[in-house]
């Protein structure tokens, strides 16, 4: 019973942010942001990047953000099918660069008051491809290499840099796998 316990601390973060019944597909990235920015225009600003992703800048220096403010944005990144991997809250005592964390959030904005959030969003679901590139790029710690030689690769979400759900992810070009794996390295100091 003591395991069972241990296994649904460690995995209720990521169960909370993954099970939302109903949803089945994520928006494409242009609706989804223009429908963000539409509801939230006085305080998102986007950069896109890539055809999946982007980023949501939150900025409100004078009255600061409120937290029940950003509460609404949540569920309507959810219902466009979109989590969050990475967040920057930066306050007037308070800096925190981390994977998304809710219980973080909701404490930053108890301790201090909030002047700027930065949101690294990615989609929940990924879109159809109809041509497979011929080569696909993973990055994995080389001390993994021998067991991914005898049972393959299994879909882990225990990741260091940001939050993401299981899924193996795979790289369509070698130069932003190299990318990729140099970032990993740098945070973790393995090669």
Request: aromatic share 14%; charged share 30%; net charge positive.
């Amino acid at each position: 019973m003591k395991l069972l316990t241990l296994l649904l601390e460690t995995y209720k973060e990521e169960y909370n942010l993954n099970i939302k019944e109903g949803l089945i597909k994520t928006t494409p990235l242009g609706e989804a942001i223009y429908i963000l920015k539409k509801q939230f225009a006085n305080w998102i600003f986007q950069y896109e990047k890539g055809n999946k992703d982007f980023t949501i800048e939150i900025l409100k220096i004078r009255e600061g953000i409120q937290l029940e403010y950003f509460e609404k944005l949540l569920p309507l990144l959810n219902n466009l099918g979109y989590f969050i991997s990475y967040m920057e809250i930066y306050g007037e005592d308070i800096s925190i660069k981390d994977k998304y964390n809710e219980k973080i959030v909701k404490n930053a904005f108890q301790n201090s008051k909030i002047h700027s959030i930065y949101l690294e969003c990615e989609a929940k679901f990924d879109q159809k491809v109809n041509k497979t590139p011929e080569f696909l790029y993973h990055v994995v710690p080389l001390k993994h290499w021998e067991k991914i030689q005898k049972i393959g690769l299994i879909p882990k979400t225990r990741s260091k840099k940001a939050y993401h759900p299981e899924r193996v992810y795979l790289g369509k070009d070698e130069k932003n796998t190299i990318d990729l794996a140099s970032k990993f390295y740098q945070v973790e100091g393995i090669k």
